[in-house]
Structures are given as C-alpha cells and as structure tokens.
C-alpha cells in the first residue's frame, strides 16, 4: 500500500467515529468484492457526483468557488479511462475510492461532494444509469430476435408440418403458425421489459438517506440533468428498491424460458430420428471422437444460460430478503445484474443469427404432416357434423381406425367407407356411409389447415394477419426503445455541457 492510500485509508477509516483503519480480512474480503463489482459503473458514479455538484451550486448551498474546483476535478475524472483509475479497494467502496483520489487531488474542498448525500446514494444513481443502458442494449437485440422469428413465419406460411403435443403427431399445421408461438409471448416479455425500465429510469437522487434533508436539495433538477424520467418519490424507498433487480432478472428468466422451449424442440428436430432443421456449420461443434456427428452447441448454451438465470433469480431474491435499509440487498447485485444482462445478451444475439440462417426440411416436414395420424381430429369432426354422431362415440370409432393401421403397420390413414363403417358398427351397431370423397377430403393437410379459419387460427390468411400485426407491434417498442436511448445519451451529454459552462462563465 503506498503512502497516498495509507493517508486515504486512514483518512475514511479514523478519524471520527472509528478509532482504527479497516482490518486486512475486511478488505480482502467484502472491501474487495464491492469494489471489483462497482468498478463497472465508475464514470456512471461520476455523472451522479457531477450532477450533484451543479445543484449544489445552483441552491447556494456550497460556495461557487470550491464547487467550480470540484466540478473541473470531475469532469477531468470522466475522461480517465478506466483501466487508469486505481483501484484502491482499502477505501470500502467505488464511491470512497473517487473520494479518496479527489482529496489527493483538490484537498478538503473535496469534503464538499459529500453535502446531503450519502455514498449509497450516488452508487444508487450510477448503478440505475449503468441498468437502464443495458435494458435498453438488450431490448434492441431482443427485438431483431423477434424480427427474425417473423421473417422465418413469412417464408414459411405454406410450408406444412404435423404439430406436436408430448412429441407425438397432434394436428398439422403449418411452420409459420408454429413459429408464432414463440412470438407473441416475446411481445409479452418485451412489454414487461418496458415497464421495469420505466422503473429503473426513476431519479432516487436528493432524498438524503432515509427521510430526505434539511437542504434545500432540488430534486427535480436532479432528475433532468441526470436524464431520469420521473422522480422515486418516497426518500427511504428511493435508497434502496430491491424489487426492481427481482423483477429486471425475472423478467430476463421468463424470456429466456421461452427462448429455451424453441432451443429444446430445436435440438429434437435437428435429431436424425427428426431430420426437420438443419443448422449452418458455423453455428455447430465437431465431436472429437464421433467422426459423423455435428453438434447444435449454441442450442445447449441458451439451455444452460436458462438454467443457470434460475439460480440467478434466487440469489439475488435470496440477498433482498433482509430488513429495510440493509446493504447487503444490493452489493450482490451491483455486478451480478449487470453482468447477466450482458450474458444474455450475446446469447440472444446469437439465437437471433441461428434463426435467421437456420433450414428447415420442409419436404420432410410435409412428408410428416401426411404420416402420424394428424387427421384424426378432423375425420371426428366430420363424422359429428355429418352423421350427427355424439363427438365421444365419433372419437372411439377414428380410435379404432388408428388401432387397426397401427396393427397393419401403417404409419397413415388409408380409408375406404367400407372400413370406416367396419369401426362405425363396433360402437354404434351400424354404418355412417361416408363417401370416398368425403374422407380423401378430410385426410388432405393443408385442407385440414385452412380450415383454422378463426381468429388466431393456422389459415394462411389468418398467419398473415398475425404477422402484420405482430411487426406493427414490434415497431412501436422499437422506436419507443430508440428514443429512450437518444433522449437518455442527449440528457447526459448535456449535463457534461452544463458543468463545462459553469466553470467557464464563472460565478453570476
């Protein structure tokens, strides 16, 4: 430790209230963790102390000229890289460690920074800056997620394929209605997102700890420089909010399960038994001792990113559930939150790039959609429309149809009337005298499909509907998220621009 840090560490760790410095295990340990984890936000922390500063001086609560002596000594911090920023972990915190280099710096005046704000506070601040950056980062790689689910609906409105409950052939359908699916609750969680950030983009700044300040802090003037869109009112709330990282990082789970569900089918249909997809080499792994096998490995990373957010959720639940106006609800996710943020970003990014090159096997698909007995449902229903059979009795009669072409392994309906009434009499004690073109109708696929002619519906014209209607909704939270993001880097580029013109033109 050098003479500077030993004069800083005795500086903020006696001198007052504490007889002695920090203990070693104490710095090696929590002083360390805290540090490293809100080294990330470092510049972010300054724009709060820089704000700060100018409301300061604008209230007359801090004379002008140490506040000018202050302001010259941040701004010169901002342009620091980072890399170039010791990191003296002995001070506690990123927040004392600035401190500590402004007192080497500009002396006591630096004492000033400190006027109605906790350190909580301007950590706080920086870590919300530092989030609401990273959400909006994410959104727009989200978004081109989504956009690549919509295009692969488009090319695929007629491409028919058997759909699956329990992995068993269901109903055919086609690829672009299945691939809705993963859509709409995409539109959800992109939702959710916008009102956490709505949450996140609220000032905690100015409420002076727990129950505000006998200063005449403005508040409202903290929110504008520092580019918030409203004001967390309440001072003790303000401090602290745990729910917001449970939420940012429940929301984050919920979207990646529904990402995963895709990556899970993904992985069976790209199986030999399947043969449904085929993915780029570039998007697989080589075995190393199976010579024959190409790997879906970026399938396998969204499932274990999926699996280990779980695990993400309950520990940061587990580090909120403390009383009121305890740090150790935050520490833990001043670099956790924003770090699997990031993860999930490259993540998402990379499933955006699989979908959108990804093949699919449609004559395969096709093939399938014959195969399987998807028809049964539909050959039912004609049986209950036509005849006026009860659905229950119309259902055992096409059980018994299946049951007996299973039996003469075949992997499809080949039906006459003669044989559809062989099963009628064995429930209803006579024939239902069904045409073969009734039935040759009712077994055709894409037939069956457009008949899902209701709203929400597997009809082509119905997909198409759905499709225009979920691009109109995803460009609305595209340029919501866009001027987010230029309203926020504007806001912050011009509270640098203040601070630079309070120095020049000197005090008024």
């Known amino acids: 430790m050098s003479k500077n840090s030993r004069e800083s ?10 007889k002695t410095s920090a203990a070693k295990e104490l710095i090696k340990s929590a002083y360390t963790f805290e540090c490293e984890e809100e080294m990330i936000f470092f510049h972010e922390i300054g724009l709060a102390d820089i704000a700060h500063v100018l409301m300061l001086i604008e209230e007359g609560i801090i004379p002008f000229s140490e506040g ?34 402004l007192e080497e710096k500009i002396g006591h005046i630096a004492g000033w920074m400190h006027a109605g704000r906790p350190r909580r506070e301007a950590i706080n601040i920086g870590y919300l800056l530092y989030l609401r950056k990273l959400v909006l980062k994410f959104i727009r790689i989200f978004i081109r997620l989504i956009d690549e689910f919509l295009n692969q609906a488009q090319n695929h409105l007629d491409t028919i394929m058997p759909d699956f409950t329990y992995l068993q052939h269901a109903q055919p359908t086609s690829l672009g209605h299945y691939l809705l699916t993963f859509v709409y609750p995409a539109l959800r969680d992109l939702d959710r997102f916008r009102a956490t950030y709505k949450r996140i983009n ?10 505000g300040s006998r200063l005449p802090l ?4 903290l929110k504008e420089l520092l580019g918030f869109d409203e004001i967390t009112q309440h001072t003790r709330d303000a401090m602290w909010q745990p729910d917001i990282p449970i939420e940012t990082v429940s929301n984050l789970l919920a979207l990646l399960i529904n990402v995963n569900r895709l990556s899970e089918e993904l992985q069976i249909w790209s199986t030999t038994e399947f043969d449904f997809i085929d993915l780029p080499d570039r998007f697989c792994r080589a075995s190393v001792i199976m010579p024959q096998k190409k790997n879906p490995y970026p399938l396998t990373y969204i499932r274990g990113l999926t699996g280990d957010m779980i695990g993400v959720v309950s520990s940061i639940a587990g580090v909120a559930k403390t009383s009121s106006g305890n740090p150790d609800s935050r520490i833990f996710v001043y670099g956790k939150l924003p770090r699997i943020l990031e993860q999930a970003s490259k993540g998402i990014d990379l499933m955006a790039s699989l979908v959108a090159e990804i093949k699919f096997n449609t004559d395969n698909m096709s093939r399938q959609a014959i195969e399987g007995f998807s028809q049964a449902t539909d050959l039912a229903d004609l049986i209950m429309q036509e005849r006026k059979v009860d659905y229950r009795s119309a259902h055992q009669i096409v059980g018994i149809l299946v049951r007996e072409a299973i039996q003469k392994n075949e992997k499809r309906f080949i039906l006459t009337p003669e044989i559809v009434d062989g099963a009628a009499n064995q429930v209803l004690q006579k024939k239902l005298d069904l045409t073969q073109p009734q039935l040759d109708s009712i077994l055709d696929p894409i037939a069956i499909i457009e008949t899902r002619q209701g709203l929400g519906g597997a009809a082509k014209v119905r997909v198409q509907e759905m499709v225009m209607e979920c691009r109109k909704t995803l460009k609305g939270i595209s340029v919501w998220r866009d001027g987010c993001e230029e309203r926020s880097l504007k806001q912050l580029d011009n509270l640098i621009l203040v601070a630079k013109g309070k120095i020049e033109v000197g005090e008024s």
């Open 218 to 221: 403005n508040r409202l003037r």
């Open 9 to 18: 560490a005795e500086y903020y760790g006696k001198g007052g209230r504490l």
């Open 68 to 101: 000018k002596t202050l302001l010259e000594a941040l701004l010169e911090f901002q342009e620091t890289n980072i890399n170039d920023i010791p990191l003296r972990v002995e001070l506690g915190d990123i927040y004392n460690v600035r401190a500590g280099l």
């Open 202 to 211: 609220s000032c905690p700044a100015g409420s002076g700890s727990v129950n």
